[in-house]
């Protein structure tokens, strides 16, 4: 169960208090994945902060996410290398193609998107990496390319 | 201490604001996200001032006056930089006056008019942001937000609910539930201060006037219509007649120009609610508790208690509210009487409360035949008028109907905080003794404090009383009535402060002013009145023989009362 895992992290912060936020988030982030609904409700009781307060704060910062990843996750890098190479079309193309903002999951689960601070490609720039791969040099043009062979291999596993 | 504003010397005080000051002198500021009462964000900057010795602007709204300040509030510098201010907002805003809820009461449309914005200058994408319509009493059009911040610091730091604050950042920014969830499954309970503060149409309330007027339309229907006791008291203001006025006779004139059957005035089920929330402390008094018992009329209060203390439902009154009771003995009791089914009768309630709409649509509320079929506002009743073209000044008062049209100025009180305390002390002491309070009027438990306490004592018991308003004021006494700090017998609780005169439905310039005519009115009808006590209403006591035989009776329970359950929200 999510919640014992969750449970866990709290354990480690007895008695805190809200300026602990951050870090407890990070870890519970860590430990799930996500921020579910159960993560944020319990954080709250613990913290004794309003579930909308947890969520204004953790959507103030990129890193966190309130779905489980997709089957492919991309993560866009947007360091400055890769700025300087246009990541931001791409980030753009990205969302348009799949309907989502950064840190959210497309609705049939199949993708979600991660802003980067930087992946260490820079050499590679602009780079995305999708579940771990990296792809180099990538253009707006290639990208529905690179999302339609992800949907193909996952049509052959199943 | 002495300051200079557009040149005259004023007397200024210690620590108060620029603002303060300069309102205090008649200068008028615009602001956007200042709160009276609250300490200052510093959000908006629509505020700004110049300090003529540096040629700074400075915002008003948080900043203190200091000996020999010299301040210009309508420079050309401050004027033109308000206006880009606004332009800015406007940026990304929806053009969308003609058809905005706040069309004419807008604050941001207000400024711009008065700051002479008569074109775009700044385009910046349109927000686009769907509508929250998942609330039977709020909607929120985050398209049309300015991020003032005012409903999120009226929810957290005024009501301590804290349904909504803000998400994201930069342009994407924005004030939502948690997980951009809707209202109805947040802590939300509907009490509409939110709407009261929003300076735009980023929330106002679910309009029901055109079900009204469907109803209006069937030739089939009953259209039945009841109005709480602290609305003839405000909705003068909406014509323009002075605060503290209560038009109760022209408004009756204005429902039967309108085309309502029935009219029976809210305060009349307030003086039932009476009857049987005095039977139900007396019961408790005899077996010795659960106590304190809280009042149930308000509907803010019962949802907040079912989310965020489950564990005191049971102290809670069984009593329905008095819109509910109405409701109920309408359709269940005189409709019958009528030959009519209860599903012809259309019961329509007027109120000053956005958390009402949300009370009639809760499944314990009659279920498939709801006792009441519509809830609108103060506001839409004052917009229903209006588009009738009723000219509510000239109009000649008429009465309400029977059987349900009298009612004692004891129920009239329920308008104001400590108003069903005071008409519930005073027949609880004579359903004990057989006697009438000595003296009527409970000044203890009137006036706009935030907690008020009391003891009545009834032959030797000493009834320990107090009265709270505004969820926030009420989660800390709570906290020490937990705590075991108080003890109490019974405690009047109002999610509103000040009551139902600053309900979250009243009209939208709703100040402390206002909120002080209005309760002196109330007031004002009960020391005129001949017929002060709920026990001794004719309508009241016919109800009692007729139908419903005695206050906690097999039929007064089946109608009149229920029971409340915890409630699982993201909070
Ligand atoms: S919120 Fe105000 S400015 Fe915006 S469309 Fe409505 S009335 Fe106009
Ligand atoms: S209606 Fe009341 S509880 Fe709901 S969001 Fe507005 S202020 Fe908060
Ligand atoms: S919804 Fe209204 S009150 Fe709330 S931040 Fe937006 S404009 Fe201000
Ligand atoms: S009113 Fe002063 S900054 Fe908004």
Aim: charged share 25%; proline share 5%.
């Amino acid at each position: 169960m999510g919640s014992t895992k969750i449970l866990k992290v709290l354990e480690r912060y007895p008695g805190v208090g809200k300026d602990k936020l951050i870090p407890i988030l990070q870890e519970v982030q860590e430990a799930e994945g996500f921020l579910g609904r159960e993560a944020v409700i319990l954080i709250g009781k613990h913290l004794d902060v309003p579930a909308s307060k947890i969520y204004g704060v953790a959507t103030f910062y990129n890193q966190f996410r309130f779905e489980p990843v997709g089957r492919f996750h991309i993560q866009i890098c947007r360091g400055t290398a890769c700025h300087v190479k246009g990541s931001a079309k791409l980030l753009e193309t990205l969302k348009r193609e799949l309907g989502v903002e950064p840190g959210r999951t497309t609705r049939d689960g199949m993708f979600s998107i991660e802003v980067v601070a930087c992946i260490g490609a820079c050499g590679l720039a602009p780079a995305i990496s999708i579940n771990g791969e990296f792809h180099a040099r990538v253009t707006p043009e290639e990208i529905p390319v690179i999302l339609g062979n992800c949907r193909k291999s996952a049509q052959e596993v199943s | 201490m002495r300051i200079t504003l557009n040149g005259k010397t004023m007397e200024a005080r210690e620590g108060e604001t620029i603002l303060s000051a300069a309102r205090r002198m008649g200068l008028n500021i615009p602001t956007l996200c200042h709160m009276e009462g609250l300490p200052p964000t510093g959000a908006c900057r629509v505020c700004l001032v110049e300090d003529v010795k540096t040629g700074r602007l400075i915002p008003s709204c948080s900043f203190p006056v200091s000996e020999g300040m010299d301040i210009a509030t309508h420079s050309s510098q401050v004027v033109a930089a308000r206006k880009t201010i606004i332009e800015l907002l406007l940026a990304s805003h929806p053009d969308d006056c003609l058809y905005c809820a706040s069309n004419g009461t807008c604050e941001l449309q207000k400024y711009a008019q008065e700051l002479g914005v008569r074109q775009r200058s700044y385009s910046g994408d349109r927000n686009r942001i769907d509508l929250d319509m998942s609330s039977p009493s709020i909607i929120r059009d985050p398209e049309k937000c300015i991020l003032c911040g005012r409903c999120v610091r009226v929810c957290s730091e005024v009501q301590g609910v804290s349904a909504i604050d803000f998400a994201g950042r930069g342009s994407n920014a924005q004030v939502s539930c948690a997980f951009d969830e809707g209202l109805n499954v947040s802590s939300c309970v509907n009490c509409g201060q939110c709407v009261m503060v929003c300076p735009t149409g980023a929330l106002t309330e679910r309009r029901d006037v055109d079900r009204v007027l469907a109803a209006l339309d069937d030739p089939k229907k009953t259209v039945v219509v009841q109005h709480a006791p602290a609305v003839s008291v405000s909705l003068a203001e909406e014509f323009g007649i002075k605060p503290g006025s209560d038009v109760v006779d022209k408004m009756n004139a204005a429902f039967r120009r309108m085309g309502f059957d029935k009219i029976f005035p809210t305060s009349f089920s307030a003086d039932l609610t009476v009857m049987e929330e005095a039977h139900e402390l007396v019961e408790r008094v005899k077996k010795g508790g659960p106590f304190p018992m809280f009042t149930s009329c308000s509907p803010g209060w019962i949802k907040y208690l079912e989310e965020f203390h489950p564990d005191l439902l049971g102290n809670v009154s069984t009593c329905k509210s008095p819109q509910q009771m109405m409701g109920a003995v309408v359709k269940r009791l005189w409709a019958p009487a009528q030959g009519l089914e209860s599903g012809q009768v259309f019961n329509v309630s007027v109120m000053p409360c956005t958390a009402k709409k949300f009370e009639a649509a809760r499944p314990e509320m009659g279920g498939e035949v709801p006792d009441v079929d519509a809830v609108i506002t103060t506001r839409e009743l004052a917009e229903m008028i209006r588009m009738f073209g009723i000219d509510i000044t000239s109009l000649e008062g008429e009465q309400a109907d029977s059987p349900f049209g009298d009612r004692s100025s004891a129920g009239k009180l329920f308008g104001a905080t400590g108003g069903v305390m005071e008409a519930a002390a005073r027949t609880a002491y004579h359903m004990i003794t057989g006697k009438e309070l000595p003296e009527l009027k409970i000044d203890a438990v009137r006036g706009l404090q935030d907690v008020k306490e009391a003891v009545v004592n009834i032959d030797g018991l000493e009834l320990k009383l107090a009265v709270v308003s505004g969820l926030g004021n009420a989660g800390r006494l709570l906290k020490d009535i937990i705590d075991g700090k108080r003890t109490y017998h019974f405690v009047e609780v109002m999610t509103c402060r000040g009551g139902c005169i600053s309900g979250g439905g009243q009209p939208l310039v709703t100040n402390p002013e206002r909120v002080k005519a209005r309760m002196q009115v109330l007031y004002e009808i009960d020391r005129d009145a001949s017929l002060r006590v709920s026990h001794e209403n004719p309508s009241i006591k016919a109800l009692y023989r007729d139908f419903l035989k005695e206050p906690g009776s097999h039929k007064s329970h089946e109608l009149l009362h229920t029971e409340y359950s915890p409630r699982e929200v993201l909070k």
